[in-house]
């Protein structure tokens, strides 16, 4: 990765043409096909065929869903697991992208951001003068949130920062905290990488719910009592917290701005994300 971290606020960046990729999704099982075109009205998602006039803003407004992953909707559209891409398009700083999509969720790929990251590296972006994009929201007070075992929080920093912690009763030895001060190169290097992660007694559960049908040990990491049962080795030792820190900067990219303060997030998951970005957008956001 070549880019610099851009400090200007009144840029936007898209990408110069259409990109393709596809793959199985995790719950759907299904081959599903995305491309991205270039865009000047934000990040937006719209479907092949008959509901291809059904637009769908990445806003937290649209947010229909948060378990298992974050899901977009509007109308009789919907758009699963957004969060990896979405993740990479922010911490990229790329804020004009449509997505076409083919089937109902987009591709897990090998659970990360890193297929992502490299197909978007192959494309040369461009960057044009825009009165629509907004300033950046500086923290200026503490603000936090409790959601059923979850905390969330945000202080005033001169940085983008996230620290992130995560535990779980039966697996003490899975416990992690990781902080990161946020840039597009640290997002290449330590975030994008690290996968999606399941608990072995979680597999029976969702399958009998109809979810993960495309799940496997190619694109996500299963535990058990007994270690990992991937072949592959971790990425990082402490892969688990930095996936949530993916899943977490995709889920903040639908607030639509950038936010200059420090996170901290005690057993975060989708759903605490959404709600506690929805207080952060009522008092940090709405009224300027």
Known sequence: ????????????????????????????????????????????????????????????????????????????????????????????????????????????????????????????????????????IVIKYPLNYEHKGSFLAVFPSPEFTISYFISYKDYPKLTQMKTMVMSPECFVREIAPARTFAFLEWVEPLQKQGLIKGGSLENSLVYSKNGFLNSSPLRFADELVRHKILDFLGDISLLGRKIIGHFVILCGGHTAHIEFFKKLKKEFIDGD
């Open 1 to 136: 990765m070549k880019r610099k971290l851009n400090l200007s606020k009144k840029i936007h960046r898209t990408i110069q043409q259409p990109i393709t990729f596809e793959g199985i999704g995790v719950h759907s099982g299904a081959m599903t096909k995305v491309t991205l075109h270039p865009s000047s009205d934000g990040i937006y998602f719209r479907k092949s065929g008959e509901n291809a006039g059904v637009c769908v803003a990445a806003s937290l407004d649209n947010v229909t869903d948060t378990v298992h992953g974050t899901t977009l909707g509007s109308s009789n559209v919907s758009f699963a697991v957004v969060e990896h891409l979405l993740a990479a398009l922010y911490s990229l700083e790329i804020d004009g992208v449509e997505v076409i999509l083919e089937g109902d969720e987009l591709p897990i790929m090998d659970g990360s951001a890193l297929p992502l990251v490299k197909i978007l590296d192959g494309t040369r972006i461009v960057e044009k003068q825009s009165e629509q994009v907004h300033d950046d």
